[in-house]
């Protein structure tokens, strides 16, 4: 699939100017509407970092400044290095307005129209509310101007046309599925918010196919083919309870880093929990290993079982 799209992005651009042309102008997004909620800087400070904004914005390992500018992330597609957030107007988003940070968030799109590389997990940030979005524009207020650039992006061709993304969000933008589901405890449904919006568990839980979309068929079932040899295991219901986990060692895991065999975890998602979950309350780290542990399938089914009608014989 990557070769496919590769062939695809690379044939189209040496080839069909027009067609290229084509897809350059195709405008892609909504128009966001007007944002005019007030929004609170302590929970917009509490979703950053549940959301990993401020884990991937900020180069912990250089000593950098909160948001101004990330450590390199490595992709099979190149290297990306994750831009200055700050308030600073040359280099970060002094001069940007919260509905230019909304149409970022939640649909990956710069304020000139075009798209963002997957690399910024946007896809995962769909469903977030106007309230949502007010809050992290307030707490992103609140962070200091730092006047440096990230470096730019290191990424080959075909993969720095960044029409061709368009093709990319085409195929394999989708929701992330993170409203409630009716038949599900509050705490259920909360633990599904964060696990498959904000903290983006799937990311690196679910495996890719070449093209770097997220497989739908292998919804948490693991990635051996992390960036750096990462291997992310199965995060399915079935799979925790295999190896050992509860929905009280699962959240202090969360929490400490530290699992049920005393080991702590390691490469990728140590950092996820060091700058992330570590961060969030017992209430919402017991909601995620409650969604996790309890999973999907049952509220399938109920649902299932509720929308489809019985046939009749009469
Ligand atoms: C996994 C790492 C990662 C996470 C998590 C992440 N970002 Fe980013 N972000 C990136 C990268 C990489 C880019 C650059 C994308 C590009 O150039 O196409 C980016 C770009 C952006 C931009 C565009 C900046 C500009 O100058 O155009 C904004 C705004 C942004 N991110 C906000 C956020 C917010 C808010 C969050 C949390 C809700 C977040 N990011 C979480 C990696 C990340
Ligand atoms: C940046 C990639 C990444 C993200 C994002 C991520 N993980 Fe992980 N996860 C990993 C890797 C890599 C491992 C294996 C760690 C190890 O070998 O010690 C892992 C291991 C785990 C394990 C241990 C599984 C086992 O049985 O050993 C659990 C549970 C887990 N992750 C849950 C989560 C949850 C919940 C989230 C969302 C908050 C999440 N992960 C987000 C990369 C990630």
Known sequence: MRQVLIAGIAGL??????????????????????????????????????????????NYEEGGAPLAGGAPLVTDFGTFYPPNL???SDHGLGDWDVEKFAKAVRQGIAPDGTPYYPAFTYPFYADFSDQQ????WAAFQTVPPVATSAPQHDVGFPFDQRWG?????????SDPQTEPVANRSAEWNRGRELVRGAAHCSACHTG??????????AFFAG???LPGGNK???????????????????????????????????????????????????????????????????????????????????
């Not at 979005?133 to 992290?136: F, K, N, S």
């Not at 890719?208 to 068929?217: E, I, Q, S, V």
């Open 223 to 225: 990635n051996d083919a």
């Open 133 to 136: 979005i007010a809050d992290l």
């Open 86 to 88: 700050t308030t600073d």
């Open 232 to 314: 992310a295991p199965a995060i399915l219901p079935d799979a925790l309870a295999k190896r050992g986990w509860t929905i009280d060692n699962l959240s202090y895991a969360l929490r400490s880093g530290i699992t049920p065999s005393g080991d702590v975890f390691g490469g990728s998602m140590g950092e996820v929990v060091q700058n992330g979950t570590s961060f969030l309350t017992n209430a919402d780290l017991q909601a995620m290993a409650t969604y996790l542990m309890e999973g999907e399938v049952a509220a399938d089914s109920a649902i299932a079982s509720v929308a489809t009608p019985q046939p009749t014989y009469d």
């Open 165 to 173: 993304l368009k093709l990319w969000r085409a195929a394999f933008f």
């Open 13 to 58: 651009s040496l080839a069909g100017a027009t067609t290229v042309a084509a897809l350059v102008a195709w405008p892609i997004g909504r128009e966001p509407e007007k944002i005019v909620l007030t929004g609170d800087v302590q929970r917009g400070a509490y979703l950053a970092r549940a959301s990993g904004c401020i884990a991937c914005h900020t």
């Open 208 to 217: 890719r196919n070449l093209a770097g979309g997220r497989d739908p068929n």
